[in-house]
């Protein structure tokens, strides 16, 4: 306890009394997940203002041997931003960190502290006609620093990549309190190991990010949307192919949701207009984003459905001819998970597949859910482009969601074996946090356990950034 | 020697002894780099046929402390490939592992083993309409794992990424012997640290590199170049801004050269037409890949062209009219090197920076380089559009080359420290190897140099792979 209380005023001799949370009211949103659903507890919730004060925090918790768990919007869904009910550790918040440094239009990137929200970051890069392609559900409350700390996906991955893709460099404050100004803006460096796609995506758990050279793009003249309506997943993939072979790297979005997805919107959000005139099995939502006009991402959309329909992979299409047209067929698309919810609770799956699988997966692990759990309802939507679908699961009709939920473990040995099997990941998009991270003990071979282990051994020898977290 | 012998045994009886090479003769074609500067020793050349056999052999080191020199097409041009003169390792040939193990068109990726020559990659993605993007000048005789083990750039960096971005998935023998098995082809996947990032680029220093899935994209319709005659880097610039705004993704070549570069050129091959009717001091070499077709292409190219002559930033332009015409204008940016050669030995820079910096560097350095090395000629081009120069220094008209060369460390001395000066790199797409090992000590941070240290030391503790390469 002394210890703690030296520690504590030696935080506060650090950054100030101001910055260091330490009454129960103060810490109470630090420690708990964004789904309420883990509460942890701290010494502290400590809130630095620049990279040096993260040091300074970062050494002093050497010094009294501290857990540190890193923090930007505490959006994450794996519990990696929330502390154990330890006590032990502190929170370190990073959201006054929030600064852009700087916006280069002709290098094309620009610098953003971690704290920065996302849509803030995106906004600056539109400022100056640019793109930061990097966008999620949470973009306005979550951070740079999670984005990179969690290798964020969202809905550009298929043109623009991962959040990994998207950083040319990186500050980093380590384990032991030291700065690393790693923040080149350079596409070619080959000057030993890769420090910064090891920092990126270990949620915390090597040191902590502080600021980051993000990439950004043209904006694109045009953005425009069509949903086709087929029979099957492989038919999906056909018309993936289809689509990629006429439009090039125009061809931004690709998602796939299944009827009873549309039909769960359709009753819980009667608001949003079903744009068929009968339902199909399955649908896709395509986008295109042009370089040239609206007028020729048109053409060339509507060329590609033409051809779709002839082939017969497709049975019918709707083309958006209006940015509000695209945005309503988005909104399909982007309400399922709240529909899903309104009919109750559900168990979510984030899994990815080699894209060519996907069809065998789906009706192979369907199979295999009915068979062992007669009824229970799949609805199987996702970022087909990437390979990467969230294969949720509701209740049969007559089932409660307790009931489901009761099942949880079994349910996810059916699926998770099945990934596996397949040669897909666990966790597409969301990371492991101490949500997943049985599961990743679990399907992660030894040897890859063994080298990460050792990597955090290496970069952590006192186990202090974000214990338990990942491995 | 005793246990040498033993050691040679043990790897005879591991893979047959039609594989270990030990003569003088059968060894010497391994030892020696490409540009035949660096001669080194081994025990003997060890060639085994599949990863199983590579995992066999590294056990071997392990157990007799040898030494690994993993080698591919022994292409490298900082000496990453070549034993020391010690005479203690072993040189490991991957060049037997060279099958394209799977092509999978829909999730548009293939499997390729370490010892495939680039080439035989590209052609196996071309068989099935794909595209392999990796394109370097040894392609014929380069091999995927040295690509990947040095993170190789090339001329299709600027729409597709080095060769790290191309690669979803790595097998790897780990410096202890164990095989990790991560082929995976998927586009999302958040379940631990980036392994694969960290055996990329890191040049056989922490393990071996035996198969990895590699990306292929949909073949262009149609490519296109042009060539624009400019005052200035700077209006090189802008019109790589302008193009990139007019023209997104299809952009996928900009290139810079200098009007000596050109010259010598002119003068060492006369056959080569030179095609603009007076002499400017810049030219930048454009190129566009066209999802849909060649008369798109030449629409978008000409309609930039124009607004870039009326604009005033370049004085001239020609565009390709053929695939012939394109070739020829690819081939005087492809005959700069040699022709420098031809003019006498130089001093080559391989480095990388800023792209908004690259005018401010240029003239900046060009100014210290007159100062302290009167009448030197620079003979600068590069890869603009990554930001990738290779700047490189002729002796002046009166000099021997034997006198600039003799000079060679105080030149590598300005222009180093003038990249450093503007946030760049030493290295942009070579590599350390041994030959800019100094050079990597002494501009890294010691932070950067020791995080690298400790991984090295927890991957390989007994110093096995490829010891004093890079670190």
Redesign the interface.
């Known amino acids: 306890m002394t210890t703690s209380i030296d520690f504590i005023t030696a935080c506060i001799n650090a950054i100030g009394s101001n910055y260091v949370l330490t009454s129960d009211t103060d810490k109470a949103t630090y420690l708990i997940d964004q789904r309420q659903r883990v509460t942890g507890l701290a010494i502290a919730v400590v809130k630095p203002g620049n990279t040096e004060e993260v040091a300074a925090i970062i050494k002093l918790c050497n010094q009294y041997k501290v857990p540190v768990v890193p923090q930007g919007g505490n959006t994450g869904l794996v519990y990696g931003s929330v502390p154990d009910d330890s006590g032990n550790a502190i929170v370190l918040s990073l959201t006054r960190l929030n600064r852009i440094r700087t916006v ?6 620009m610098i953003v502290e971690a704290g920065c929200i996302l849509q803030n970051a995106q906004e600056a890069a539109q400022a100056v ?1 640019r793109l930061l392609p990097l966008s999620l559900a949470a973009e306005g409350s979550c951070t740079i620093g999670g984005n990179l700390a ?2 964020a ?1 969202g809905t550009a ?3 623009y ?2 959040a ?2 998207l950083c040319l460099g990186l500050e980093v404050v ?1 384990a032991q309190g ?18 910064r ?2 920092f ?3 949620e915390g758990t ?1 040191g902590v990010i502080t600021a980051a050279v993000l990439k950004i ?2 904006q ?1 003249k045009a953005q425009l949307t069509a949903m086709a309506a087929l029979q099957t997943p492989d038919a999906a ?1 056909r018309l ?2 289809l689509a ?7 061809l931004t979005g690709f998602e796939l949701m299944s009827d009873l997805c549309l039909q769960l919107v359709a009753k819980h959000m009667p608001h949003l207009a079903f744009p068929f005139e009968q339902h199909h099995p399955h649908y896709v939502l395509l986008e295109l984003s042009d ?2 006009s609206e007028a020729h991402a048109s053409a ?1 959309l509507e060329a590609l459905l033409e051809q779709a329909l002839e082939q017969d992979i497709c049975q019918d299409a709707v083309l958006a001819s209006s940015t509000a047209q695209s945005k309503m067929l988005w909104e399909l698309r982007e309400c399922i998970s709240s529909a899903q919810a309104m009919e109750g609770k559900n168990i979510k799956h984030d899994v ?6 996907i069809g065998e997966f789906i009706s192979t692990t369907d199979a295999l859910l009915q068979q062992h759990f007669p009824g229970c309802r799949n609805v199987t939507f996702g ?1 087909l482009g ?3 679908l969230h294969y949720n699961i509701s209740p049969r009709v007559d089932q409660s969601s307790d009931d489901l939920l009761a099942q949880q473990d079994q349910i996810n040995r059916v699926v998770h074996d099945s990934v596996t099997r397949f ?10 946090g101490t949500l ?1 991270r049985e599961e ?1 003990l679990r ?3 030894p ?3 063994a ?2 282990k ?6 952590d020898p006192l186990n202090l950034m974000n214990p338990g977290k ?2």
């Open positions: 280069d239009p002709v290098n094309q990137t006609n969690t290798n996906g991955v298929l043109r990549g991962n990994r893709e380590t030291e700065i690393v100004h790693g923040l080149r803006g350079l596409r070619k460096d080959n000057t030993g190991y890769d420090l796609d090891l990126i995506g270990a090597l793009f043209p694109p993939l993936l192919t990629q072979n006429a439009c090039g790297p125009t370089s040239e060339m990815s597949l080699p894209i060519s699988q970022h990437d390979g990467n040669n897909g990941s666990i966790s597409a998009e969301h990371g492991i997943k990743l399907y992660k071979s040897i890859e356990i080298l990460m050792s990597i955090k051994q290496a970069l990942v491995i």
